[in-house]
Every structure is written in C-alpha cells, then in structure tokens.
C-alpha cells in the first residue's frame, strides 16, 4: 500500500512546538517525502520535502528516520494560521498517494 | 509573479455530457498532475505529464483524460461525466520530479 499513515487530529497551544508524526513503512529508496497542508477552500500548500537527511526552512522542519519508515513535520512555533489538515506523502516522480491527512488544530 | 490557476472555480453539469477543466501555469514547469478531492479526503491522483505529448495515468484516471499540447496547459476532459465524478479538482504542477508542488485554488464540479 502506497498510503501514508498519519494520527486523524492533533492539537498544538500557541507558540509551542508541534510534532506531526508519519508512518511510511512500505516506501521506496527512490519515494520522497512531502509535507503538504490545506486549509479550507484552498488547494494544498507545499511545506517541506526531503529524501533522507533532515530538511530545514522557513516554514519547517523534516526529521527523517535513519531506516525512512517515519518522518516528523515540526512547526517549532504554532500560530493561529498553522491551523490546517497537514497530508505526509509518499512521492516517486509525480506518481503520489495522499493519505487522510491529520488535522491540527492550533489553540490560543 | 508566477502562478497556477484554474477554471471555472465552480461548474454544474449534467449526468452524461462532456466537461473540460482548464488548467494554467506560468511557472514554465514541465510537470503538471490533476488530482481529485472527495468531501474529507486526501487527493488522489488521475492524470500527470512530463512534458509536451506526455500523458500518464494515475490511480483513478477511468472516465477522465488530459492532453498537453504546451508547456503551460493541461486541461482535463471528463468524457461522459457522471454524478461519481462530483468533487473538487486539483491541478498542480513542479519544476522536477523531485521537486515540490504548486496547487492551483481548485474546480468545484457538481454532476447532477
């Protein structure tokens, strides 16, 4: 199976650091892992990817697992506006599989 | 500024007649995909390119196809369309196969 396996929802407080976990245990050497999130009404909005070692930027951080089997999204400051339904994939040169995503939601 | 849109925002059809969805990017990217989007879901996949001429199917392409014929367009045709076929649609397109995607603001089809 394709498909990722993600927790239904999480919630963060503001200003704390979430973890989103993802558990790909059947990908491939050749997959990379996406982050994705969506807000309602709106298509999805790229967060991070990588393949194998840990990906920073601006947005986030992709923490990779040595064996590729999991990965974790980390917002190390949740806001408001990181309120959203956040897919991990599964990616092989376009050919993707969206999980069900979890749901995050953010509390002031 | 670069973007990637999508027409109509919303469209209702009937059972049986033919829908085309258009897709526009000027990202100059050579990878473009179509995704679909049931109430609750996550996308899946239905048509992706690689570039000019290159059509490929994905995990639910039955009852749908996609032609490219320049780098920005990759309009999907629903060939008889089909209340199943109500869903909100996606297109998105990357730089590289590795690369991450860009999502257009998406089609609301409604087949009654």
């Known amino acids: ?108 | 500024d670069a973007e990637i849109t999508q027409s109509p925002r919303h469209k209702i059809t009937e059972t049986g007649r033919q829908v085309t969805l258009a897709c526009h990017q000027t990202w100059n990217h050579n990878n473009m995909f179509w995704y679909r989007q049931d109430l609750g879901h996550g996308l899946r996949l239905i048509h992706y390119s690689y570039g000019v001429q290159d059509t490929n199917k994905g995990e639910v392409s039955d009852g749908y196809s996609v032609s490219r014929s320049n780098t920005e367009d990759l309009p999907l045709t629903l060939e008889s369309a089909a209340s199943s076929q109500t869903s909100v649609y996606f297109c998105a397109s990357s730089e590289s196969e590795s690369g991450g995607y860009t999502f257009g603001s998406g089609t609301r089809l409604t087949v009654v």
């Open chain 1, 1 to 108: 199976d394709a498909k990722t396996t993600q927790p239904n929802s999480m919630e963060s407080n503001e200003e704390e650091p979430v973890h989103l976990p993802c558990n790909h245990s059947t990908i491939s050497g050749t997959d990379y892992i996406h982050w994705y999130r969506q807000l309602p009404s709106q298509g999805p909005e790229y967060v991070i990817h990588g393949l194998t070692s840990n990906v920073n930027n601006r947005m986030a951080s992709l923490a990779i697992a040595e064996d590729r089997k999991s990965s974790t999204l980390i917002l190390h400051r949740a806001t408001l506006r990181d309120a959203a339904v956040y897919y991990c994939i599964r990616d092989n040169a376009g050919k993707s599989t969206f999980g069900d995503g979890t749901t995050l939601t953010v509390k002031p």
